[in-house]
């Protein structure tokens, strides 16, 4: 058992309901930086130290309770090197009864890094899209209006009114289609085209959905909040964008609100809508969520933050993200 376990690309161990360990394979012993005798029979609490065990401790509990718990970690070593970490709390069960729990923590940094390596690939892709319309094809179609524009005068002033609103509905279309064109390079590239403010880019892009459809969208802030990691930033903007998305294409709502709110170290964004709601979803994500709910979670735990998805008292859906600052 210990000679297949020592080969596992991961580490396995055996805990007691007392928490104690009673079996660590070869790879926890080495990112621990500990030896057979001085981890058998250590407490769990001793070997992660208070405040790591505090951040486990509810998956702990739940697994001990006799539920399956799997999460992603992001775990400090002793050595000060850092792991990307899936973590496995399995409860051994005989009879319904608990006798102790299974670890598993597989290492999936490099796992991470390529997914975020992907992730800023795709961003950048849309950067370029969202510059190209900003600067090359929005000003392309804005000439043409103001071309149709000038042509409407001519045929005005030489009496062929005809020919002058056909030009006059071309340059109206142009004129639209630039809005659409700032509209969509808006979205693309939301933290440029402003102030590199995330409550300013919110809420030009609550006051473009609401103008786009036809229904109430607002953003509410507690006050001016700054972020100066992009990559936060960004995330964050994404979220709100595929919630609202959803909450109109899937919720068919027609009032929605965008907060974002910092206090007492912890960022929320929040976007409520009055729709129909996700029909048949738990709040926990675990009743096969769709590929839109996946990307948000995703973003989210890119971020080191929760995605809550919270049905509201008066109808409609709430999806928040919560993480700490500091």
């Given amino acids: 058992m210990k000679m297949l376990t020592d080969f596992m690309p991961g580490m396995v161990g055996y805990w007691t309901k007392d928490l104690r360990s009673t079996f660590v394979n070869r790879e926890y012993l080495?990112?621990?930086?500990?030896?057979?005798?001085?981890?058998?029979?250590?407490?769990?609490?001793?070997?992660?130290?208070?405040?790591?065990?505090?951040?486990?401790?509810?998956?702990?509990?739940?697994?001990l309770a006799g539920k399956s718990q799997t999460f992603d970690y992001t775990l400090l070593l002793p050595n000060d090197e850092t792991k990307e970490t899936l973590v496995h709390y399995i409860p051994h069960l005989d009879s319904n009864e608990v006798l102790g729990l299974f670890v598993l923590i597989l290492d999936i940094t490099e796992r991470k890094n390529l997914e975020q390596a992907m992730l800023t690939m795709a961003e950048e892709r849309q950067r370029l899209i969202g510059q190209e319309l900003h600067d090359n094809l929005g000003q392309q179609i804005a000439a043409i209006a103001y071309q149709a524009q000038v042509l409407e005068h001519k045929?005005?002033?030489?009496?062929?009114?005809?020919?002058?609103?056909?030009?006059?509905?071309?340059?109206?279309?142009a004129q639209n289609a630039v809005v659409q064109?700032?509209?969509?390079?808006?979205?693309?590239?939301?933290?440029?085209?402003?102030?590199?403010?995330?409550?300013?880019?919110l809420h030009a892009f609550a006051s473009s959905i609401a103008s786009t459809y036809g229904i109430t969208c607002d953003f509410a802030s507690n006050n001016e909040i700054a972020i100066d990691?992009?990559?936060?930033?960004?995330?964050l903007y994404r979220i709100a964008q595929e919630a609202t998305?959803?909450?109109i294409d899937h919720g068919a709502a027609q009032h929605i609100t965008i907060s974002l709110e910092a206090k007492a170290g912890l960022l929320t964004l929040s976007i409520c809508d009055d729709g129909c709601g996700f029909a048949g979803l738990d709040t926990n994500l675990e009743a096969k969520p769709g590929m839109g709910i996946k990307i948000m979670r995703y973003r989210a735990n890119q971020i080191g933050g929760t995605l809550l998805l919270l049905s509201r008292a008066e109808g409609g859906?709430?999806?928040?993200?919560?993480?700490?600052?500091?």
């Fill in 155 to 173: 045929m005005t002033n030489s009496g062929s009114v005809e020919t002058a609103n056909i030009a006059s509905s071309i340059a109206t279309a």
């Fill in 245 to 247: 998305h959803n909450a």
């Fill in 229 to 235: 990691d992009d990559y936060v930033a960004i995330n």
């Fill in 30 to 63: 080495n990112w621990f930086g500990k030896s057979t005798d001085e981890i058998k029979g250590i407490p769990i609490q001793d070997l992660l130290g208070e405040e790591l065990f505090c951040k486990h401790e509810p998956y702990i509990r739940a697994a």
């Fill in 317 to 326: 859906t709430e999806v928040q993200v919560e993480m700490r600052t500091v």
């Fill in 181 to 201: 064109c700032k509209h969509l390079a808006r979205g693309l590239l939301p933290l440029e085209l402003e102030t590199n403010s995330i409550t300013d880019s």
